[in-house]
């Protein structure tokens, strides 16, 4: 008698979107900082920004991974192949799932989850923090991370990393960096990270700014030279036009040469 009427849950197909998990508040971090300068360790709070970056990380690796051709059953994790059709429907036999590619992109699309130029950084937090032990040992970890630059290694220094891990639009979440907390409790390798970061700020600011000097320059040279060549045009039209006036003063006009 149990369940004879009642449709299975195999009967209907489901069509959830895979959530993801957003990026760790800035009053958390805010936070951290302030009790780490005051001496105080909060563990709670450490594990709870630390995981919370475990997460978003594990997350970014999974959008990319879609993006390359891998997506993954919300349900189950499965991984499931797809040849980028928007029509192609991914589909998880096991958890009777369905969803279009399309509508499967949609959900990570503009969420920061793709983070070009941290993936050394990313891998490099995932590794350490695992093994970590100590509330300390997992501070310095989330402190390196967040103070990381895009493309970093490559010297590019192109945005800061943490725009990916913090919510925020790039120059607030520099700005956000440059305010937190420091104190003379705050551990050396803080207080060094702080200085690099520091002058990592200054220095993408400095290629900026020789970036912007660099287009503008280019910028004026290109209106100089279309100046040059419509000053150029004019002469000839005038010179075109007396030479006109004098042939049909002349008597022999002719058009269009
Ligand atoms: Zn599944």
């Not at 220094?157 to 790039?170: S, W, Y």
């Not at 280019?218 to 036009?241: I, P, V």
């Amino acid at each position: 008698m149990a369940g004879s009427v009642e449709a299975g849950p195999m009967t209907k197909v489901r069509h959830d979107r895979p959530t993801w998990a957003g990026r760790v508040p800035r009053h958390k971090i805010a936070e951290l900082y302030k009790k780490e300068a005051l001496g105080i360790c909060e563990e709670v709070l450490i594990d709870d920004v630390g995981i919370g970056l475990l997460v978003r990380i594990e997350h970014i690796f999974r959008a990319r991974k879609a993006n390359s051709g891998l997506a993954s059953c919300p349900l189950c994790q499965r991984e499931i192949p797809h040849d980028f059709d928007p029509a192609f429907q991914l589909r998880c036999e096991s958890c009777n799932w369905e969803l279009t590619w399309t509508e499967y992109q949609k959900s990570f699309q503009g969420k920061h989850l793709i983070a070009s130029g941290m993936t050394a950084f990313l891998k490099e937090y995932v590794k350490k923090y695992k093994v970590a032990r100590s509330p300390q040992e997992k501070l310095i970890l989330i402190d390196t991370l967040i103070h990381r630059y895009h493309w970093e290694l490559e010297g590019g220094l192109t945005g800061p990393g943490a725009r990916d891990l913090i919510a925020g639009k790039p120059n607030e979440v520099i700005d956000f960096l440059n305010q937190l907390s420091y104190g003379t409790s705050s551990s050396p390798e803080i207080l060094a990270t702080r200085q690099e970061w520091l002058d990592k700020v200054r220095k993408s600011r400095a290629q900026y700014a020789d970036a912007v000097k660099e287009r503008e320059l280019k910028d004026e040279k290109k209106r100089q030279k279309a100046e040059e060549k419509n000053r150029r045009r004019t002469l000839k039209a005038k010179a075109r036009q007396a030479g006109r006036a004098g042939r049909s003063n002349a008597g022999e006009v002719r058009d269009g040469t």
